[in-house]
């Protein structure tokens, strides 16, 4: 039955989500409600629709769709989103100021770190390849939580990032669960500009944290870069951090987490 929902809409670094508190678990939303919501014009408009949902474990548990209705595998910037709008309907961190958070089964913890500014510890990286030929072109994989396809180009601006993201996302032969496609251009040792193409989203995105997380990770280990915080500026003109042991065990994402506006939405 429709009823009316209260949301906040919230931009992480212009990549946006549509949050709603589920911490008394009404709220049902069948994958074509959520498609709706998310569609722009018609809908409200967002990347993806996370939920807030009780957790055994942590503070909360984030649920996260992307727009495509579905849900989808972590969301680096929604993941900071959900911090921010957590504490903003009155979820406490611990006394060290963490909050903790659970999301496809795996722990995480995130910081305030400054105004409308989110840090948010990302998990251990897997399924590293450094080279993948993808017949002419060659790519670098890597899974921050969400897969990423990772290719340097020169003058990313020219890119047809749609195209050309579009095609390699459904290389389904290499990447079985189809996978985010990421453009990088290399601006200075500890800066590179990223592009993104987003599964689920099924287009180019003004942002993407694990998107920004793989580019930055990949970008050291294969020599494109030589720092262990990595500045990333994404399609919005916003900057992302990315900081990481040497090892690469430990990563944190940095970030805007901004709530757009709230309101309430018949839906279900
Ligand atoms: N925008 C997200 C990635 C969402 C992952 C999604 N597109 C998928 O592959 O399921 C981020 O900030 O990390």
Redesign the pocket.
């Known amino acids: 039955m429709r009823r009316e929902i209260p949301f906040s809409k919230l931009s992480?670094a212009g990549?946006d989500f549509i949050i709603m508190d589920n911490r008394d678990r009404s709220i049902t939303l069948e994958a074509s409600a959520i498609r709706a919501l998310c569609t722009r014009r018609t809908g409200i408009g967002a990347?993806?629709l996370i939920l807030i949902e009780p957790s055994e474990t942590a503070s909360f548990s984030m649920l996260y769709h992307?727009a495509d209705g579905l849900p989808?595998?972590?969301?680096?910037?929604?993941g900071r989103c959900a911090v921010w709008f957590a504490r903003s309907i009155g979820v406490q961190p611990d006394a060290g100021g963490c909050f903790r958070f659970e999301a496809n089964g795996d722990p995480y913890q995130a910081w305030v770190s400054g105004p409308e500014t989110v840090r948010l510890r990302m998990r251990e990286p897997r399924g590293i390849r450094d080279e993948i030929d993808l017949g002419g072109q060659y790519c670098a994989f890597i899974d921050t939580g969400?897969?990423h396809a990772v290719i340097r180009t020169e003058g990313l601006d020219a890119v047809d990032v749609v195209g050309e993201g579009r095609a390699i996302r459904h290389r389904t032969d290499i990447f079985p669960g189809g996978t985010?496609v990421n453009f990088i251009e290399v601006t200075a040792t500890d800066s590179i500009d990223l592009r993104t193409f987003?599964?689920?989203?099924e287009d180019e995105?003004l942002?993407?944290?694990?998107?920004a997380v793989a580019a930055a990770l990949l970008s050291r280990r294969l020599g494109m870069t030589s720092a262990d915080s990595i500045r990333v500026r994404v399609k919005s003109g916003d900057m992302l951090n990315v900081t990481f042991s040497e090892d690469m065990r430990e990563v944190y994402l940095t970030g805007p987490a901004v709530i757009v506006y709230t309101g309430v939405v018949k839906a279900g």
């Open positions: 992480g990549n990347d993806g992307n989808g595998t972590m969301c680096g910037n929604g969400s897969p985010n987003e599964r689920g989203v995105t942002a993407c944290g694990t998107g």
